[in-house]
């Protein structure tokens, strides 16, 4: 059965949506059988349902974007050569609208629909507090990019996550200020959880290399101005503001801050470093100040390395599926974690010669972290030929280094970059990860 897919793009998708026609035809009341008791071996060639439990639409839309711009290009290079094991992937949205209100009875749905579910790419941080726990008793494995400090030592058998913790995250961009010679800073940030998820940690760190917070405001999504915020932050004379909101949110206090005369170098979080947020801001303040005075922190792109490559080209290869601009997928940190957790999944079924999540869940670190006597591979069809031939392998993601530790979780260096415009960052500098957990700070695995 040839799966169609149809592009990730839609801003109009309801609270569930299937972006491959094959996921019509599976089970129904089957599924929800198989989910419970821990899902069943996949029958013979039959398609594997990867699901995006996501913000699909709402101001949080990008977030479905981001995981559609390393979900997709995913399943394609795994098709392109076979599948996993005889099967192929599709793919399968469904939408949280970043509301956990709205997160449980989707996510109740399409347990309750969905057969042959293989693998959650996500939830986010929005819905990832009320989401995991339901999967997780499920027993589907999930590989996620909630920062929340809560799954820094996580219960959760089948929750993995490649992504810097918010604490993390927040901790790295306190020492680039500290870097850079700041002493004072304002911190901005959406009220909304995604928003929120980085501030402890960014206050924390703060507080921690003694650098003074001058005003900490929060900022209600998507109001017609912020004109009273903008001025509380000009009194207070910062010398940097550290933030993060949605890309409307953001575009209408910086614009606001630029008109009244107080703008100041920005610090961002990682996820302002993705194509709608700099799209944005770039829009409101102007190409050359926009360069001049904005700074993200994200995960350490890797080397120029095979993953890389591979996952660049299939970028390319699938760009008419994944949301414009589909160049700006190609350094998005949160796309290429999505790529590596689906990488990581396909190979450790590959080894368990199982697609049931409870089987080949234990395989997850035995194929990406390092070890001795391992081969290191980069794409999926080398870990394939290399498990083939009796090998242990160590998959080494486009992320750079996969290390999970007991809980988990993994993540390694943090790098400051700036935006020219282009697709790829313009790296500043380095935080790394001994660095960041050398900063006493709650939620700092």
Known sequence: MKAVRVKAAAAACTAIVTLSTTIGTLSGAAGATELHAGLRQASSNSPLVIAGIIAITGASDFEGQNQAGGVLPAIYAINKVGGVLGHKLVYKGVDTKADPADALPAVQQMLATTGNLVLVAGPGSNSAPTIVPV???????????????????????????????????????????????????????????GSQGDLPGVLASLKALHIKVVKNIGLTPDQPNYLSQVRAVMAAHPQVIMTESDATTAGTFFAELKELGGLVPIIGTEATFTAPWITAVK??????????????????????????????????????????????????????????????????????????PSVYNKYMAAVANPGKGKTV?????????????????????????????????????????????????????????QQIEAVPVVGVP
């Open 135 to 193: 999967l997780n008793r499920a027993k589907v494995v999930m590989t996620a990019v909630a920062g929340e400090s809560a799954f820094d030592r996580s219960p959760y058998q089948y929750f993995w996550r490649l992504f810097p913790p918010d604490a993390a995250n927040g901790t790295a961009m306190g020492l680039w200020a500290k870097k850079k010679g700041y002493t004072r800073v304002a911190a901005v940030f959406g009220t909304d959880t």
């Open 283 to 356: 829009g409101a303040l102007g190409k050359s100040l926009f360069e001049k005075d904005f700074t993200s922190m994200i995960t350490a792109p890797s080397a120029k390395t095979p993953a890389v490559t591979a996952y660049e080209q299939a970028v390319t290869a699938d760009k008419s599926q994944v949301p414009k601009p589909w160049q700006s997928y190609l350094s998005n940190p949160f796309s290429i974690t999505y790529w590596d957790g689906i990488m990581v999944a396909a190979l450790a079924m590959t080894m368990a010669h199982s697609t049931k």
């Open 377 to 433: 591979v980069y794409t999926y069809a080398q870990g394939v030929a290399a498990l083939k031939s009796g090998k242990k392998i160590q998959y080494y993601g486009a992320s750079g280094l996969v290390d999970f530790n007991k809980w988990h979780n993994s993540f390694g260096n943090e790098e400051a970059v700036g935006s020219n415009g282009g697709s790829q960052p313009v790296k500043l500098g380095t935080i790394t990860a």
